[in-house]
């Protein structure tokens, strides 16, 4: 699992450009299913299983991009000015490397502060390729970079960029290994554009038509400094009960908390005051459907380095697969 992680997460692919991750994970689930197809916005979906009496069609969504860099202005010194695929946080910026898809590499600093102290905004950043004017510059306006950071080992912890959402599409490709004899037909969407206002689960979700949906993605974990969010690392999946774009469908989150309990699956709720997921506009794609959501909980979140801890990880393989190997009924 750690290596599936590690190869996902040093994989370059920001929101609009998932090629390359979509052929590691194609490579990966090929063996699979015989029903893959890739989509107009580049949804790989995998469908597995028959829907029988007893199941229902049921999508599983991880995204496959990752916030990115995209350059918008390139000054007469060399350095590039750039705005941002996703949400990108200006604490983060300084000191950190990024590779542009063309392999281009530099390096993110800024302007000089009035106060040393002080994080500025993004517009005050700029990135440095080497570059000694902009005739020699090796990027142009709308070439797009992801951050350049390596995958490590922290004991049972792990730490990557683009742990989100990559490590749901780990535990989605292990949990298509692993199920069998599940009563549903099954649909799992490696979606695209999620940091980008969820565009492919809305697409993939209106192509797909489930009776019930489940989005898979991370967390903030902010178990370090004691805010009102209260999802702890190593404590286990969270089932989402809100978050700000959607609140879960109250007989998902009761179904999710009871294969838990009955499979003694440790589990955490979430109640989160910043961002949403891909179960947004799948709850309200059509005529709607049943929601909701699996978190990993993750620190530092959108940062080159997230941390997240693998008991988490597996404990959320392990209830999804509880989860898509039983008749639902919701109560
Ligand atoms: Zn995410």
């Not at 469908?47 to 496959?64: E, N, Q, S, V």
């Not at 989402?240 to 007989?251: A, E, I, N």
């Amino acid at each position: 699992m750690k290596n599936l992680i590690k190869k996902l997460t040093e994989t370059s692919s920001p929101s609009g450009y998932e090629s390359a991750i979509r052929e590691v994970i194609r490579a990966e689930i090929s063996s699979l299913s015989t029903n893959i197809k890739v989509d107009a916005l580049g949804n790989l979906i995998v469908t597995m299983g028959k829907k029988t009496d007893k199941g229902l069609r049921i999508m599983i969504a991880a995204h496959m991009d990752e916030i990115g860099v995209i350059v918008s202005h390139v000054e007469k010194n060399g350095l590039v000015r750039f705005s941002n695929l996703g949400t990108i946080l200006p604490q983060y910026l300084v000191g950190s490397r990024v590779v542009f898809l063309n392999g281009v590499r530099g390096v993110i600093n800024q302007d000089r502060p009035d106060d040393l102290h002080k994080i500025m905004t993004q517009d005050k950043h700029f990135i440095d390729v080497g570059a000694a004017s902009d005739k020699d510059c090796p990027l142009k306006i709308g070439d797009v970079g992801v951050f350049d950071r390596g995958f490590v080992e922290l004991g049972k912890r792990v730490s990557a960029k683009s742990l989100d959402d990559r490590v749901s599409c780990a535990v989605m490709i292990e949990v298509m290994k692993t199920i069998k004899n599940s009563p549903h037909e099954l649909a799992f969407v490696f979606s695209t554009q999620e940091e980008v206002q969820s565009k492919g689960a809305t697409t993939a979700a209106y192509e797909i038509e489930p009776d019930l949906a489940i989005a898979l993605d991370v967390t903030p974990s902010l178990d370090i400094v004691g805010v009102k969010m209260q999802v702890d690392l190593g404590k286990g999946p969270a089932i989402k009960v809100r978050d700000v774009g959607m609140l879960s469908d109250p007989r998902m989150v009761r179904w999710m908390e009871e294969t838990a309990k009955k499979n003694n699956i440790a589990y955490q709720l979430e109640v989160l005051d910043i961002g949403t997921t891909d179960a947004k506009v799948m709850q309200i794609s059509k005529a709607g459907m049943p929601t909701g959501a699996l978190s990993i909980p993750c620190r530092y979140v959108h940062s080159p380095s997230e941390v997240l801890d693998m008991d988490d990880v597996q404990a959320t393989v392990t209830l999804l697969t509880a989860l898509l190997n039983s008749p639902v009924s919701l109560e």
